[in-house]
């Protein structure tokens, strides 16, 4: 049987809408241990103008439940090993003190997004009692910790029991209709069934439309369930970028798989740090070095949407005890004036929107490839032009093809430049430029 062309029409799998509110958003990690010095949900409350001033949409709280005392970790231990998916943490206040600050980031346009932690709980977690048969178990039959990691504290469910999957469901469901959350970052996304999200997503958009995010990454999370997955390849990349141990064309394959292999309305994380990489791997200075600033311009100006971990904005002077108290040491510093500068050039251009409401990044070739990355972002009526120096190099440099020429502003509205085929540009080492049009 012949088929018509109708047959093979496109059709796409991804069936998840993005919100008009997340245009143009940016991402904030609250760590309610340490934000403040109070070290509760008063603490954030009393720090949400600062968030709301610095260009933030959207507050992730870190997992709020108590925490388990049977292997604990430290004398406070990982918020990650949960004891009770339907409490909070006395640590860091009551229900009363959570209302109060979802309804107080509301008033200030606020997203709120709490951690999730379906992938295990805490050893002492009642439903170890009450429904041993919904955790795995090791070839001895005993209750496992993730296999190959050192969770020592914590032991993995099994998302083959429907009854875990009916009791996961109503404690997400709980604390959007009693607590009015605006959705869920969830831990290791990737070592739960994708079905099992699909499944919750369906179940709490009947109370309300919710925001997503996935630590993982994996396009197909995207196809129901998800608004926004990391981009740890990106993270990856641009670490070793900054010590020498890749070339540029990796940062270059990373967009080429964003364009070619992802949906364009899949929002992608890019971030400097996070509270894994902080604890872990060391601060963003640690980090980065001298490529720092390059590496947030990227995240905020380049295609995705950028988080800010807490402290970043203040230089994020020290790595965050995981298991302990450890406020942050909140100051004036040059990192949080680059990012209130930089989201406010994110919110006023159209083409810097997230995922399908913003432009496709476009390579500029340039006469330095190996050290120099450069792309416009444009439309009919806008264009933004980025060149920056990925080395430790003053590149004398130029460009190829049309699309960067043309009138241009600084991006904080020192100079004027007009582009054409004979323009040089001297880069600094790790230098960046914006040029607006």
């Known amino acids: 049987m012949k088929k018509t062309p109708a047959n093979f029409a496109p059709q796409s799998l991804y069936t998840v809408k993005q919100p008009e509110w997340s245009s143009h958003a940016v991402i904030y990690q609250v760590n309610t241990r340490q934000f403040s010095t109070s070290g509760d949900f008063k603490g954030v409350i009393a720090g949400l103008s600062h968030l709301k001033a610095l260009g933030v949409d959207i507050v992730w709280l870190?997992?709020?439940?108590?925490?388990?005392n049977k292997h604990r970790k430290g004398e406070l231990g990982s918020p990650y090993a949960v004891k009770d998916y339907f409490a909070i943490n006395p640590e860091f206040g009551n229900e009363d003190d959570l209302k109060a600050l979802v309804e107080e980031a509301h008033k200030l346009s606020l997203k709120v997004i709490i951690d999730w932690v379906p992938n295990h709980s805490a050893w002492d977690n009642p439903l170890v009692e009450s429904n041993p048969h919904w955790y795995a178990k090791d070839y001895k039959g005993d209750f496992r910790p993730s296999p190959w990691w050192d969770w020592s504290d914590i032991i993995e469910f099994?998302?083959?029991?429907?009854?875990?999957?009916?009791?996961?469901?109503?404690?997400?469901?709980?604390?959007?209709?009693?607590?009015?959350?605006?959705?869920?970052?969830?831990?290791?996304?990737?070592?739960?069934?994708?079905?099992?999200?699909?499944?919750?997503?369906?179940?709490?958009?009947?109370?309300?439309?919710?925001?997503m995010l996935a630590e993982w990454e994996n396009r197909d999370l995207h196809e129901k369930a998800f608004n926004m997955t990391y981009a740890w390849s990106w993270n990856e990349t641009m670490h070793d970028l900054a010590y020498?141990?890749?070339?540029?064309?990796?940062?270059?394959?990373?967009?080429?798989?964003?364009?070619?292999?992802?949906?364009?309305?899949?929002?992608?994380?890019?971030?400097?740090?996070?509270?894994?990489?902080?604890?872990?791997?060391?601060?963003?200075?640690e980090q980065f070095g001298d490529a720092l600033e390059a590496a947030i311009v990227l995240s905020v100006i380049g295609e995705g949407m950028p988080l800010i971990h807490n402290g970043q904005e203040a230089g994020e002077s020290k790595r965050l005890a995981f298991f302990e108290r450890d406020p942050i040491?909140?100051?004036?510093?040059?990192?949080?004036?680059?990012?209130?500068?930089?989201?406010?050039?994110?919110?006023?251009?159209?083409?810097?929107?997230n995922g399908e409401f913003g432009a496709r990044m476009i390579q500029v070739p340039n006469t330095a490839m190996d050290k120099i990355f450069s792309f416009v972002r444009h439309n009919g009526q806008e264009k933004v032009f980025v060149i920056i120096n990925f080395s430790s190099e003053r590149v004398d440099v130029s460009f190829n093809e049309p699309l960067f020429e043309g009138h241009f502003f600084d991006w904080q509205g020192n100079d004027e430049v007009v582009f054409d085929n004979t323009s040089v540009r001297a880069i600094l080492p790790w230098q960046y430029e914006i040029w607006v049009g």
């Open 62 to 68: 870190m997992p709020i439940h108590p925490i388990g």
């Open 158 to 211: 099994d998302y083959r029991q429907a009854g875990l999957r009916e009791y996961m469901i109503e404690a997400l469901g709980y604390w959007v209709e009693n607590f009015d959350i605006d959705g869920y970052r969830c831990d290791v996304a990737g070592y739960v069934p994708n079905d099992f999200w699909c499944q919750a997503k369906e179940a709490l958009e009947q109370i309300k439309p919710v925001f």
């Open 244 to 285: 020498g141990r890749c070339h540029l064309d990796r940062l270059r394959k990373y967009y080429s798989w964003n364009e070619r292999s992802w949906p364009h309305n899949a929002y992608r994380m890019t971030f400097v740090s996070n509270h894994d990489k902080n604890a872990w791997d060391g601060t963003q200075h």
């Open 329 to 353: 040491e909140w100051q004036a510093h040059p990192i949080g004036d680059l990012y209130r500068a930089l989201i406010t050039l994110k919110k006023s251009k159209r083409v810097l929107g």
